[in-house]
Antibody
Framework: VQLVESGGTFVQPGGSLRLSCAASGFIFSNYWMHWVRQAPGKGPVWVSRINSDGTRIDYADFGKGRFTTSRDNAKNTLHLEMKSLRAEDTGIYYC??????????????WGQGTPVTVSS | DIVMTQSPDSLSVSLGETATINCKSSQNVLSNSNNKDYLAWYQQKPRQPPKLLIHWASARELGVPDRFSGSGSGTDFTLTISSLQAEDVAVYYCQQYYSTPRTFGQGTKVEVK
């Protein structure tokens, strides 16, 4: 299993960003996928999840209306589009593969993450 | 949202001794439909992503040493590291996957005394 995130960078408050996660080593279209973030020195915070065919997506309250999760099963890629970014959105953003199951499970494998810094 | 609370925030244990980390959920995470606790434990070493150690409260992931064990049910859970090794120095997190949003404990930092 390999997950490689990209797209993280420095952005000003109010800005937008699109993160991507390239998956390999497993049948991507069979699994729920998640985004989790971790602020410097803090614990992980779950951001979003998407089911295997992209028909169900859940968000943490802080992401509703600002974040959009999507997937391209033909390209084995997961995306997170973020807008109206705030300083508190700063952190490392990880994509993670679900452990499995129709209803989703826990976070079986995590990528190395991509850093997002929101600052003026 | 289900709030996960770990104790202690940190602990210092001698090599070869036992480390015990507690995790309490604000709501029951035991499913009536399959009698499973939707509770996982992760290990995070510096500059690395978290690694899944245990799911269903007590099921060790493949390749995880058997000195790591999980127990508990309902709202109270424990991760036990028996015979602590130097490579076990890390921050440990519990996480519930009973409902969304998935929520994590604040973490317990394990150090060698």
């Amino acid at each position: 299993v390999q997950l490689v995130e990209s797209g993280g960078t420095f952005v000003q408050p109010g800005g937008s960003l699109r993160l991507s996660c390239a998956a390999s080593g497993f049948i991507f279209s069979n699994y729920w996928m998640h985004w989790v973030r971790q602020a410097p020195g803090k614990g992980p915070v779950w951001v979003s999840r998407i089911n295997s065919d992209g028909t169900r997506i859940d968000y943490a309250d802080f992401g509703k209306g600002r974040f959009t999760t999507s997937r391209d099963n033909a390209k084995n890629t997961l995306h997170l589009e973020m807008k109206s970014l705030r300083a508190e959105d700063t952190g490392i953003y990880y994509c993670a593969r679900d452990r499995g199951g129709v209803l989703g499970s826990t976070l079986f494998f995590w990528g190395q993450g991509t850093p997002v810094t929101v600052s003026s | 949202d289900i709030v996960m609370t770990q104790s202690p925030d940190s602990l210092s244990v001698s090599l070869g001794e036992t480390a015990t980390i507690n995790c309490k959920s604000s709501q029951n995470v035991l499913s009536n439909s399959n009698n499973k606790d939707y509770l996982a434990w992760y290990q995070q070493k510096p500059r690395q992503p978290p690694k899944l150690l245990i799911h269903w409260a007590s099921a060790r992931e493949l390749g995880v040493p058997d000195r790591f064990s999980g127990s508990g049910s309902g709202t109270d859970f424990t991760l036990t590291i028996s015979s602590l090794q130097a490579e076990d120095v890390a921050v440990y997190y519990c996480q519930q996957y009973y409902s969304t949003p998935r929520t994590f404990g604040q973490g317990t930092k394990v150090e060698v005394k």
